[in-house]
């Protein structure tokens, strides 16, 4: 059986709790600069169905499995508190059920508290078991061992409960070093946790460390003894309650009867529908009266009151995994002693979170600047620069890659006059693209398919072929040639798709990309529009272009792509130096992180020698700017990189042939 696990990064931001990973998987994206959390539970394919339906792990009580048991000691205004309690966990393991310290993790949480954790290996209740039940049967152990502890978390034993991954950073500070510092989830020692000064721990989690994992337990026999005595008692209150209870769904409350100005997840959550994550719904009751300064015994009332709600509800949940007085009274002193942050993007409320609550704008409403602290902004690029990569499109010229490298998010220009060879560049990167599996799309607007694929058809014949040789071997029936031509585009044809539909908007790309997605199954990370000034728009002119410039690299950027956009040549400028615009409008340059401009320096002096285009690197916001050489033959439309030796005389050939031009025009002026 696969095990699947919720992923999530950046706990506070507004995107679905929808990513479900692998173990390995999960392994492979971890920063540790970013917050990051994982399922505390692990799933089968049911969760996959629950969340293509509702785009959410929320509302999932299906079976669920658990690697390992985990007692949370939490206390934001006294971490002594919490090591103490921490302690006495370990101590009631060890001398109840016999779990020696090597078969124990501990970890500090990064801020303000710590966990205890031990392998579910040969405890049969657990080991390899999926229930609907799993958290309850952990909740009621970890319960009977910490029961009497002030800072024990019960909220945590839930089908979708997020826990902190170890040696990733916290996303708040706290002081070390005489400065505010992010610090790690931190696995220490026990005799750190028994000895060291708080302030050593502090400083010790400051830098990520080694996560050494525990042995499975030797002696399972206590724990089994225990596991099974508290399994059956759950299964015989199953067995004993009404086959239907008073159940009511979470979309019988009627919001329009909430007062003005009320927080609605909190208002929804008190109508007892939330029943199977009462303690997190009873704890952010009770953080939210007392901070309107209600008085005790009031907060009190009201979680009676809408834990009665609860039980009637739900009366399963009510016999299994009953809430007492005494987890009525932890949750108030918690509450009080606690400066809990609840608020939109907390973990507890941010499932139950209404676009219609007068706070929705802070969730909702994303800032028009994007505006966002350095740290922030640093970490995020952090993580791009870390998938460098995977980020980077490789056109295949080393030339091109060496001086003007590609990435995602970008939008980029490949400008030239007619008979220039932007149309054959951009087909000599499609088959490059192709041979290194990057998922690309060719929007043809100028040329029919037919023309397109006979260029193409050209490009990917190792030899030198024309078009018209293509075309007749295909009237001919040359069945050698046309079978070799089958097996290229048949291998060509997994990586890229082609389109010759004229007229697209900016909107229509983005949809195509979203639906190739869905139906290619890859997610095209390439998109070449041949041209862009035959994109369409409802502006005219110059604006037309800046517009199209603008949305493009907006397009790029929300899609993680890079779009390549071939471009006519301004027609008033010298198109045999490169030094040339693309037409319609500056906005093209201004949007492109690249623009290269197409040329073949010897295609009006030397016709017969006319085997040179020439690439003028007129912006590049990631390098230097100069000119790229590369072979051209025009016949095939075959590009690659020029030899060393054919380099230099290249260059000779250029000097001699500007010489030539500069006596010329001398010559004009006698």
Known sequence: MQKLYEFRQNLFGSHKRNVILTASEIKEQLDPEIDSYVGLFHYNSDILEHVKEHNSVFGFTGLVGADKIVFDVDSVVDLELARADALDVIYTLNQNYNIQLDEISIFFSGKKGFSVEFLTKGIEA??????????????RFCAKVAENLETFDTTIYQHNRLFRVPNTRHYDEIEVFGKPTRLFKTNISYEMLQSSPIKSILEYAAYPTETISCSPIKDTSKLNEVFTKLKSDIDLKIK????????????????????????????????????????????????DEQKKGMPTEV?????????????????????????????????????TK???????????????????????????????????????????????????????????????????????????????????????????????LADNDIPTLFLSMDMGIEMAIQRLATVLYPDAISGTDFMKAASEGNLDLISKFDNMFAEFNQHIKISDKRGLSVVDIRKEIETQEKTWGLKPKVVIIDYVQLISSTKNGHEHHSSNAEYLTQLAKEKQICIIGLSQASQFEDKRTGNFSAKGSKGWEEQATVQLNCF??????????????????????????????????????????????????????????????????QKRYE
């Open 338 to 432: 606690g400066a809990y942050d609840l608020g939109c993007f907390s973990q507890i409320l941010s499932d139950v979170c209404e676009p219609s609550c007068y706070l929705a704008h802070i969730k909702f409403e994303e800032s028009k600047a994007g505006l966002t602290s350095v740290s922030e902004a640093y970490l995020g690029a952090k993580t791009f620069f870390k998938n460098y990569n995977e980020n980077l499109i490789t056109t295949g010229f080393k030339t091109i890659d060496s001086t003007v490298p590609f990435f995602i998010k970008t939008f980029n220009i490949i400008a030239g006059a007619p008979g220039a060879a932007k149309t054959s560049i951009a087909f000599n990167m499609l088959r490059n």
């Open 126 to 139: 657990l080991d390899k078991v999926l229930s609907e039940q799993t958290p309850v049967l952990m909740k």
């Open 600 to 665: 073949r320096p010897f295609q009006h002096d030397e016709e017969e020698r006319d085997n040179v285009l020439s690439l003028k690197v007129l912006k590049n916001r990631l390098g230097t700017t100069s000119t790229i050489h590369l072979y051209f033959d025009g016949a095939s439309g075959h590009i690659r990189d020029l030899s060393s030796e054919e380099l230099f005389e290249v260059k000779g050939r250029m000097r001699d042939m500007l010489e030539k031009r500069k006596k010329e025009r």
């Open 240 to 287: 004993q309650l009404p086959v239907v209870g008073n159940f009511k769904s979470s979309s019988e409350i009627n919001l329009s009867k909430a007062p003005p100005y009320t927080k609605l997840c909190i208002w929804k959550l008190s109508q007892g529908v939330f029943t199977n994550q009462r303690d997190n719904a009873l704890f952010a009751i009770a953080d």
């Open 299 to 335: 907060i009190r009332g009201k979680l009676h009151g809408v834990l009665d709600l609860m039980n009637q509800n739900n009366p399963e949940k009510a016999a299994i995994d009953p809430v007492t007085d005494a987890d009525i009274d932890r949750i108030i002193r918690q509450t």
